[in-house]
C-alpha cells in the first residue's frame, strides 16, 4: 500500500510540475511599426535653406516637431529693397509649409502669411492674392498659390551663431 501512494504521489508531482510549466511561459510580446505618418524624414535639429541672385539673398532655417509643427527664421535682402527678417511659426501639410512670418522692417513690426513648397530637397516660395485682417496678411485661396522655381531655397549649411 506504501508503494502504491508513493507512486502516485510522484505521477501527480509529475504531472503538476508538467502543467506548470505550461501556465508559466510569457506570452510573446510584438511591437508595433511605428505609421508611416509618424515618421520624420529630415534629421533633428535646424534645417537651413537660402537663395542667392544678383546681391539678394533670402535665408530660412527652421526645425519641424514630431507633430508637424514648423519654429524658425526666415530673411530677406533683396537689392533695392530694405532688408526684413523675423520669426516663422507654422506647419507642414504635406509637402507644404505654411506659417505666419513676423518680422521687422524700418522698424515696424508686420505679420504675413507665407508659404514654400518642398521638392527635391528644396523649397519653391509660393505667391498668390492675400487680404488684411486684425493687421495680419493671408492668402486668400491657399489652393490657388503659384510656386516660382526662379525662387527656390536650396539646402545649405546651417550658420552656428
Known amino acids: 500500500m506504501k508503494k502504491v501512494i508513493t507512486i502516485t504521489t510522484l505521477i501527480l ?20 511599426s511605428p505609421p508611416k505618418e509618424a515618421e520624420i524624414v529630415e534629421p533633428a535639429g535646424d534645417q537651413c535653406y537660402a537663395w542667392r541672385s544678383n546681391g539678394s539673398v533670402i535665408e ?20 533695392g529693397k530694405d532688408k526684413n527678417e523675423g520669426s516663422l511659426i507654422g506647419n507642414m501639410k504635406g509637402d507644404t509649409l505654411i ?3 513676423t518680422f521687422s522692417s524700418e522698424g515696424v513690426s508686420s505679420v504675413r502669411e507665407v ?5 527635391d530637397g528644396a523649397f519653391i516660395e509660393g505667391y498668390g492674392d492675400v487680404v ?5 496678411f ?3 485661396d491657399k489652393s490657388k498659390l503659384k510656386f516660382d522655381a526662379k525662387n527656390t531655397l ?3 549649411d546651417c550658420k552656428v551663431e
Open 13 to 32: 508531482i509529475v504531472f503538476a510540475s508538467c502543467k506548470k510549466e505550461t501556465t508559466t511561459t510569457e506570452p510573446v510580446q510584438i511591437t508595433p
Open 60 to 79: 530660412m532655417s527652421f526645425n519641424v516637431n514630431s507633430h508637424q509643427e514648423v519654429n524658425g527664421k526666415l530673411s530677406y535682402n533683396l537689392v
Open 99 to 101: 506659417a505666419d512670418y
Open 115 to 119: 508659404a514654400f513648397l518642398q521638392k
Open 132 to 136: 488684411e485682417a486684425n493687421g495680419k
Open 138 to 140: 493671408t492668402f486668400k
Open 154 to 156: 536650396t539646402k545649405v
